[in-house]
Structures are given as C-alpha cells and as structure tokens.
C-alpha cells in the first residue's frame, strides 16, 4: 500500500503560506496549531492528505505583526551592528516616522521584536529596505522560491576614467549583466539592465546575492559609485525621505 510522503509540521506549514517555519514552532509551542482535530507536536510529521487547523489566537498574532518600509541612508547596515555601523532599526523611532505616512497604526518598542530585514543593502547602499516581523512577507521577498523583483539604480565609472560611462562602456558589457554571468560558482538568473542616464544603469533583479550588483559590475570592468534600490514588487521607495519610514499599508502589497 502506498503512503504519502511526509514533512515536518513546520515546514508544511510553510509551504501552504501560512506562516514561517519560526512562527510555525511559536503556535505548536502554544497550542494554537490541531491536526486532524488533534493539539499538534512539536517536530511531528505530516502528509498532503492531514488537516491543519489554526486557531484564532494565530490569526490574532499574525495580524498584528508589522512590515516596515525605511529609506535606508549610507552608513548604516542593514542588520546586527558590525564594525562600529549601526544597525537601520534604530532609526525606527517615533521621530523618523514620515510625516505622510496615512497608517492608523501606532508606533510602539514592541513593534521592533523580531523586526528583520527582508532583502539585505549594504553598508554603502541606500533606498528601499523592507523590515518585517511577517514571516510570510519575508518568504515572499527573499525565500529560495522568490520571484520578486527588485530595481536598482546604480551609477557606474567604466574602467579607470570618470566621463559619462555610457559612451566607453562596451555593449557586449551589458549583455554579460543581462545573462552571461555567475556569482559563486552558479549562473545568475536574466536580469533587466539598461542605462538610465548616461552616469546611470538600472537594474532589475529576481535574486539577491550578497554585494550581487557590485559584483556583477567588477566582472565586466564596472566600478559601482553609487547604488539606491527603489523598489521590490509592486511597492516603490517614492518621495519617502532618506532615514525616515512609514508602514506598509493594507492595500499594498510585494
């Protein structure tokens, strides 16, 4: 007789977009997650054909849980405090919030547990990060199975020289940034890549290795002088001012 396979329960639930795998031990540990009518285990094991219920206490949790949108200023990064930088969560602060920002919701300290960065920028990179305490959003944008985009402008020197790079940089440069590439012994993903201006390229990512355009640049003799990410999804940086932020609001969505 046939069995179907199983997985854990937090990886199942995972995979249905309930929850992150985090979220998932959290609500087992509490007693928030039944299958088949049963108070779930924590590490137990399930197939396709087992029900998983989720009480309202989760769905309370879930929805009270943030996603931050933060115009990241140069000097910071994006994560843990390294190196003497600060991390961008401390400018969540009632004073940085902007002053446009339509959100009912109250800022409040507890809203900074568990706040991540989903879609790192490095220390000298700037625009668009997105923090959140929604493990689903963070799957959404960076999650192996991701198919988000994320646009980038980026200006660049060719080479040694400073003149506009547009006109020395050779084409068959830019055909190697749209597809040509790897990072880490594995082929990129197409990219969209297209000069702006002629100081300027814009790039549109579905991946995001670390340091990946900067990277990518010094491989077809690009030196990367300014980099701004401006938007992930269907969500855009827009007039949001460098070092301060708003909430994501329930109408928008990656």
Known sequence: MNTLPTVRLNKRMSELGICSR?????????GWVHVNGRVALMGMQVSAADKIEVLKEASKAQESRVTILLHKPMGYVSAQAEDGHAPAVELIQARNR??????PVRFSPAQLRGL???GRLDI?????????????????????DSQIEKEYLVRVHYG??????????????????????SLDGKPLKPAVVQWQNPDQL??????GKKRQIRRMCEQVGLKVVGLKR?????????????GQWRYLSPKEHF
């Open 202 to 207: 814009r790039f549109v990512l579905r991946e």
């Open 22 to 30: 985090r979220e998932a031990d959290d609500w087992i540990e509490k």
């Open 124 to 144: 000298d990179s700037v625009g668009l990060l997105v923090m959140t305490q929604d493990g689903r959003i963070a799957k959404q944008l960076i999650g192996e």
């Open 116 to 118: 991540a960065p989903a």
């Open 98 to 103: 902007w002053s446009e920002d339509k959100s």
């Open 160 to 181: 040694e020289t400073t003149q506009a790079a547009q006109g020395v940089t050779p084409q068959s440069a830019i055909e190697l940034l749209r597809v040509g590439l």
């Open 230 to 242: 401006i938007r992930m999804g269907q969500v855009t940086l827009g007039n949001l001012p460098v």
